[in-house]
């Protein structure tokens, strides 16, 4: 029995150490310490044995069971320590070499445009404001003095949902909005998007942005000067101090008076050249002193209040500042045009 013990360890070991998985170690401790196995059949034989025979060999036994165990134990370690020997040669990594460039996005041009534009406001003190994009015809038409027959209600101006409602053709909806909830005195400038039934040229968009800004207060602590200073320091915030700014007599219901609004071409310095199309300015949109019929679609007093408003298309804005001469170029999705902002 003790040959047999001898003999049973010495095969074990010698397979132990040539075992290089865990799953190969495993079936090794079922086959030699398993309940079925060799050593298993001596101890269980011992009954047989006289006393001195079977001290001897019962510690024969054990100490057999002990030193597979033991190596088992080691072989486990020892392929533990190769496989994390290999993930490090892997996953090592070398601290000394040149780190490579990770490619982040930015800001779409419109929306840095957009954020200069609220910045330039806000340090003037005025509120930002937002709202709805899909809008009721009294808000979007209305209430900003647009007759029942005016041409802006055309469906090739406006686009219509089934259910009647508008997505907003300027945001001097969101103007509406906020009067309707607070009165005069305020300051406020809303941008955001917008939609129109026109067809897409170097100019125009059916989907873009404007801004517009609003300020009333009682009647005649507001007048055009008023209108004229806050209009300057706008543009010389975004185009530089040099620019100045002129107002052409114009029609649109929601102001009286209302102007053309133009600014001197920033990089002519009024001279001409091909951005302005050689006359020195550049026609930005409608403006003026807001008509009191836009006070009183809000419920105000007519003639209570007075104010200004102006509102621009912040693409035309950006094309300006950043001398670009097609307005689908922000649409294009060209990483080589939007990759230079």
Not at 229 to 246: A, D, P, Q, T, Y
Not at 249 to 254: A, C, L, N, Q, V
Not at 270 to 285: D, P, Q, T, V, Y
């Amino acid at each position: 029995m003790k040959n047999k013990l001898e003999t049973t360890k010495k095969i074990a070991l010698a397979e132990i150490k040539k075992a290089d998985s865990f799953d190969g170690l495993e079936k090794i401790r079922i086959k030699y310490l398993g309940r079925k196995s060799e050593l298993t059949d001596v101890l269980r034989g011992l009954k047989d044995l006289s006393n001195e025979k079977k001290k001897e060999v019962g510690e024969l036994a054990n100490k057999t069971r002990e030193e597979i165990e033991d190596s088992i134990k080691y072989q486990v370690l020892s392929i533990k320590q190769r496989e994390l020997s290999g993930l490090d040669e892997k996953e090592r990594i070398d601290i000394t070499y040149p780190g490579e460039k990770i490619e982040a996005g930015h800001l779409h041009p419109i929306t840095q445009t957009r954020y200069m534009i609220e910045e330039i406001f806000k340090s003037m003190g005025f509120l930002v404001v937002e709202d709805r994009e899909v809008e009721d015809e009294f808000h979007n038409f209305d209430a900003l003095n647009m007759p029942q027959n005016h041409p802006a209600r055309d469906m090739q101006d406006t686009f219509f949902l089934k259910s009647g409602a508008v997505p907003r053709t300027q945001t001097s909806s969101v103007q509406i909005r906020y009067m309707e909830k607070n009165k005069p005195p305020l300051k406020i400038v809303s941008s955001g998007r917008v939609y129109r039934n026109e067809n897409a040229d170097t100019t125009h968009g059916f989907n873009f942005h404007q801004v517009e800004c609003l300020m009333a207060d009682k009647a005649g602590k507001i007048t055009i000067s008023n209108f004229k200073s806050v209009l300057s320091e706008f543009m010389k915030g975004l185009f530089g101090k040099n620019v100045k700014i002129r107002l052409r007599p114009s029609y649109f219901p929601f102001v009286e008076p209302g102007f053309e609004t133009d600014v001197s071409c920033p990089y002519c310095n009024g001279k001409g050249c091909r951005i302005c199309k050689n006359s020195g300015w550049i026609e930005l949109g409608g403006s003026g002193m807001v008509n009191q019929k836009v006070f009183t679609s809000v419920g105000l007093p007519e003639d209570e209040y007075e104010g200004f408003a102006f509102g621009f298309g912040i693409e035309r804005l950006a094309m300006i500042k950043f001398g670009i001469d097609d307005l689908r170029l922000f649409y294009s999705g060209d990483l080589r045009f939007l990759e230079q902002f």
